[in-house]
C-alpha cells in the first residue's frame, strides 16, 4: 500500500504525521506544484492532499489509486464526481477546527473593540511612560456586552461562536445561507435584517453559489456606521474592493479577515492600502491552525484511511 501526502507543509510542524506510517509506505512531499502532481501519483493507492487539485488529469493518470483524502473538510479542490465514477472514494475531515476558528473569531473582535495594538504600542514605545495621567483613552474600547452579534452560517463554527458571545452576555441572530438551517436557541433573520440590526458580524459560511461575492458594497451600506465584521470563512465571500471602500469612507467602523479572494494575498489587494490601518485587522488563513486542530486533523485522515482499509 503506497501513501503520497501531496504537501505536508500545510500542515506545519505537527508530531503525530507518523500515524500513517501504519498503513504500508508513505512518501512526503512538503509541496506539489502542479505540473508534478500526475507524476507523484502515478503509482500512489492512496493520495493525501490539502490543496493540491486532483483534477480528471491527475485521477487518469493514477491507474492505483484507490482513496483521496482531503486533509480538510473542503473538497472542492478534488473532482469528487469523477473519482467516484471510476470507483475512488473521496473522503474528508470535518469539524477538527471549530475551536481554534471560534478563538480566532473572538481574538480579532477583540482587537478591533479594545483596540490591542495600538495601546500595546503606546505602552512599547514609551508614550504612556511619559503620559501626564493614569489611563489613556484615546481610543475607545467596545464591549461585547449587550451588543446584537449577527452569525452568517449557523453551522459547527457558527454555533461555537455563538456559544461564546452568550457568554460575552450579546444577543445572536443568525442568516442561514443555504436556508436548511433552523435553530431554536437563536433568533433566525434574514441577510438584510442581520446587517441592520448588528453591531457585530461575523461569517463562518462555505463559499458555493449561494455566498460568493455574498458581501458587496450595497449589503455593507446596510450596516451601522459602528458595527464591525468578521471572516474567517473564504475570501470570496466578501467583496474585497467595497470592503476597504467601506472602511475608508466610514461606512463601517471595522473589519478583519484570516482570508482573502488569492492566496497567499497579492501584495495590490485593496485591504492592504486601506487608510486607517487601526480599522482592519488580518491573519494569513491561519485562524484553523491551533496545533490541537491540526494534530486531529491528522488523526481523523489515519480514522478514514483505517474505516477504508479494514471495512
Not at 503620559?131 to 464591549?143: L, Q, V
Not at 461555537?160 to 444577543?171: C, E, H, P, Q, R
Not at 490541537?292 to 471495512?311: D, M, S, V
Amino acid at each position: 500500500m503506497k501513501i503520497v501526502f501531496l504537501d505536508t507543509k500545510t500542515m506545519g510542524n505537527v508530531s503525530n504525521l507518523y500515524l500513517l506510517e501504519q498503513f504500508g509506505e508513505v512518501v512526503y512531499y512538503p509541496l506539489t506544484p502542479a505540473e508534478l502532481t500526475a507524476q507523484r501519483t502515478a503509482d500512489a493507492d492512496i493520495v493525501i492532499t490539502c490543496k493540491v487539485v486532483i483534477d480528471q488529469k491527475v485521477i487518469d493518470a493514477s491507474p492505483s489509486l484507490k482513496l483521496i483524502c482531503a486533509a480538510a473538510t473542503g473538497i472542492n479542490h478534488i473532482d469528487s464526481k469523477y473519482a467516484i465514477s471510476k470507483g475512488i472514494e473521496v473522503c474528508n475531515v470535518s469539524d477538527y477546527s471549530t475551536n481554534s476558528v471560534a478563538q480566532t473569531t473572538f481574538a480579532h473582535i477583540l482587537s478591533l473593540l479594545n483596540h490591542v495594538r495600538y495601546y500595546d504600542q503606546f505602552v512599547k514605545d514609551g508614550s504612556y511612560s511619559k503620559y501626564d495621567m493614569f489611563s489613556h483613552m484615546d481610543m475607545e474600547i467596545g464591549e461585547i456586552y449587550g451588543k446584537t452579534f449577527g452569525i452568517i452560517g449557523l453551522g459547527a463554527i457558527g454555533r461555537k461562536v455563538a456559544l461564546i458571545a452568550k457568554a460575552f452576555g450579546a444577543n445572536v441572530c443568525y442568516y442561514s445561507t443555504s436556508g436548511n438551517n433552523n435553530n431554536p436557541d437563536y433568533k433566525k433573520v434574514s441577510l438584510d435584517e442581520l446587517l441592520i440590526i448588528s453591531d457585530i458580524i461575523t461569517i463562518h459560511a462555505p463559499l458555493n453559489n449561494n455566498t460568493i461575492n455574498l458581501i458587496d458594497i450595497d449589503k455593507l451600506k446596510l450596516m451601522k456606521p459602528s458595527a464591525i465584521l468578521i471572516n474567517v470563512a473564504r475570501g470570496g465571500i466578501v467583496v474585497e474592493k467595497d470592503l476597504a471602500f467601506a472602511i475608508d469612507n466610514k461606512i463601517i467602523a471595522g473589519a478583519a479577515t484570516d482570508v482573502f479572494s488569492v492566496e497567499p494575498v497579492k501584495a495590490d489587494n485593496p485591504l492592504l492600502h486601506v487608510f486607517n490601518k487601526d480599522k482592519i485587522s488580518f491573519s494569513p488563513h491561519c485562524a484553523w491552525t491551533s496545533i490541537e486542530a491540526r494534530t486531529k486533523l491528522i488523526e481523523g485522515i489515519a480514522q478514514n484511511i483505517r474505516r477504508f482499509l479494514y471495512r
